[in-house]
């Protein structure tokens, strides 16, 4: 039988290992292959509410290398993983820690948290590729002289070079405005994509929760369930005890009357032996 869960904030001996795993969150050989994973896949999660099948695939695949990753770092220090599944269910609420631990394993499976996750992280790609190309459009504007105001003019009042000037200051003008436009482009796109990453991050934050509620919501049940199983375990139990009562006194007063009933005429005639009146006394001699 399990050991109940104890209750929240309670030490258990199994508080180290929840401190292990948390370490093992944040260290490069978890960190580099799942970031690596979702940086390499998050293209294919556009902002759709459609799940496409191509979802489903990644996810799967996402909880493989999460179990694989868990297993590894479990077996290093000689867990074995199904009694981690056990120690989780025994101390999950032990700490602060320990819950911590719990949900974000937890978080893993659900799908919504997962998509959310890859969303995210995919604008925050592009995001950073719009800067990038805003920084390099911003140096190549620098970079560019303004087109000829008053110089032009007065230069175009000298001979023959006055149409080959022209066509210079027109080409440099019209390079001039093509970068600013791809500046104002993109300004125009860093806004967007930062309003779109702060609704990711806050639908993101949705499905997490809306996932720890979910599976708090399926413990009560599952923790209901158990109770109203040992409740008409408990309740069979008793009827059967009154059952074995009853029977046993049935049999014992079955017993008594049959003692009584088997003992009652040998005594009788016990009685009737014993009671039997005496020989007569024979009578006295009469005189002579």
């Not at 199904?82 to 719990?102: K, L, T």
Request: proline fraction near 5%; include cysteine.
């Amino acid at each position: 039988m399990a050991t109940p869960a104890p209750a929240g904030g309670a030490e258990t001996e199994h508080d180290w290992l929840f401190d292990y795993i948390m370490n093992v969150f944040k260290a490069p050989t978890w960190e580099v292959p799942i970031m690596s994973f979702i940086d390499d896949n998050c293209v294919v999660f556009d902002n759709d509410d459609e799940n496409k099948f191509a979802y489903s695939e990644l996810h799967d695949k996402f909880k493989e290398l999460v179990d694989t990753l868990l297993e590894t770092h479990l077996t290093e220090i000689g867990v074995a993983p199904e009694d981690f599944v056990e120690i989780c269910s025994q101390a999950r609420d032990g700490r602060d820690v320990n819950r911590m631990v719990f949900d974000q394993i937890m978080a893993v499976d659900d799908f919504m948290t997962f998509k959310k996750l890859m969303q995210k992280r995919n604008m925050e790609l592009e995001l950073e590729a719009v800067k990038a190309l805003k920084s390099r459009a911003s140096g190549a504007a620098s970079s560019t002289p303004a087109p000829a105001g008053d110089d032009g003019a007065s230069e175009s009042d000298d001979g023959g070079d006055d149409g080959a000037e022209g066509g210079t200051t027109d080409a440099g003008a019209a390079d001039y405005m093509d970068e600013a436009l791809r500046a104002s482009l993109s300004d125009y796109a860093v806004s967007k994509t930062d309003a779109e990453l702060e609704m990711a991050e806050l639908e993101q934050a949705i499905a997490a929760s809306l996932a720890l509620e979910q599976e708090r919501l399926r413990l009560l049940k599952a923790v209901a369930a158990a109770e109203a199983a040992a409740k008409a375990a408990a309740d069979e139990l008793a009827a059967m005890t009154d059952a074995i009562d009853e029977m046993s006194k049935e049999a014992e007063d079955m017993a008594a009357r049959e003692e009584e009933g088997s003992g009652g005429p040998t005594e009788a005639s016990e009685s009737k032996g014993g009671d039997a009146a005496p020989s007569p006394k024979p009578a006295p001699a009469t005189p002579v």
